[in-house]
DNA sequence: ATGACTTGCGCGGCAAGA
């Protein structure tokens, strides 16, 4: 069982990479965050033609969640926890594995700059929401892979400059504590289960050469429930996304889980 | 160096991203 996360950063610029990235990688499970489009705007035939179902949760401009599965899927969308949270961040499945179910969660987390903002408390806020929803999803016991863009750097080894970032929302003290409740609950962070290397990034920005200096965050994430980490195989992050014309700034990470 | 990039919206520059 092959599961990726991708933040497309707008599906409808990404649409040919992405059906170029299911041809080659033919993930089972592919998230995508940052579509910035309403559900109707989704590129749905084109992922279609592909052999892909498609669960969509759209939203204007901003934010935006999708769970592409080989297999029909059943789906929830949104984070629960606050009814007047009209930011599409969060979409859920269940997807047939053999005998049993994989669970997914494919989420967004608000990036919360500036620190000093009602955007970083909103960041903090729905970080909690999502501890609360997975303790509950943790309690079932099941296959679970919770992923996508976290928008939290765990660790100084996740970035190209510890100290520059030390007052950023990514990195700030709070929001690495809160990833470490969250991880604390019971959670494998995938790629930490195989490396303990540095420079790991997911993400590099398109100014002042980001790139080409090796500039990146580690900020895409794989969270593993006990019965998932069980099945670990391998990590990969498709790194060579980066380089090709019309990137997103972030690349895909996926896991192959054992069937 | 008023720098540097890419989106959406919509047609002129903002807002947002990280």
């Known amino acids: 069982m092959r599961v990726a996360t991708w ?18 990688v033919k993930p089972d499970v592919l998230c995508l965050q940052e579509l910035k489009c309403v559900e109707e705007a989704f590129p749905r035939l084109e992922i279609e033609a ?5 669960a969509v949760h759209g939203q204007k401009t901003y934010n935006g969640v999708a769970i592409l599965s080989k ?20 979409i859920e499945a269940i997807v047939p594995w053999g005998k049993t179910v994989l669970r997914v969660g494919c989420l967004y987390l608000p990036n919360g700059n500036p620190v ?19 303790k509950k999803l943790l309690a079932y016991e099941e296959r679970l892979v919770l992923c996508g863009d976290f928008n939290v750097i ?9 100290a520059g970032w030390a007052n950023d929302a990514l990195f700030a003290p709070k929001t690495r504590e809160k990833f470490r409740e969250l991880l604390a609950l019971g959670f ?6 195989v ?5 790991q990034y997911t993400f590099w920005d398109y100014q002042a050469g980001a790139w080409q200096k090796n500039n990146g965050l580690r900020i895409d994430h794989l969270l593993l429930s006990p019965q998932a980490a069980d099945r670990l195989q ?14 997103s700034d972030h690349v895909p990470i996926r896991v192959d889980l054992k069937d």
């Open 7 to 24: 933040n497309v950063n707008s599906v409808r610029q990404r649409t040919q990479a992405l059906v170029a990235y299911l041809r080659e």
């Open 50 to 54: 592909e052999g892909y179902n498609v």
């Open 71 to 90: 297999t029909p899927i059943e789906t929830s969308a949104g984070l629960p926890g606050d009814d007047g949270d009209d930011q599409a961040r969060y």
């Open 116 to 134: 000093s903002s009602d955007k970083y408390d909103y960041k903090l806020a729905w970080m909690d929401r999502l501890k609360a929803h997975a």
């Open 154 to 162: 765990p660790d100084a080894r996740d970035v190209y400059d510890p």
């Open 188 to 193: 494998t962070d995938a790629l930490r289960a």
């Open 195 to 199: 490396t303990d290397a540095d420079k």
């Open 234 to 247: 391998s990590v990969t992050i498709d790194r060579d996304m980066r380089a090709k014309d019309k990137p």
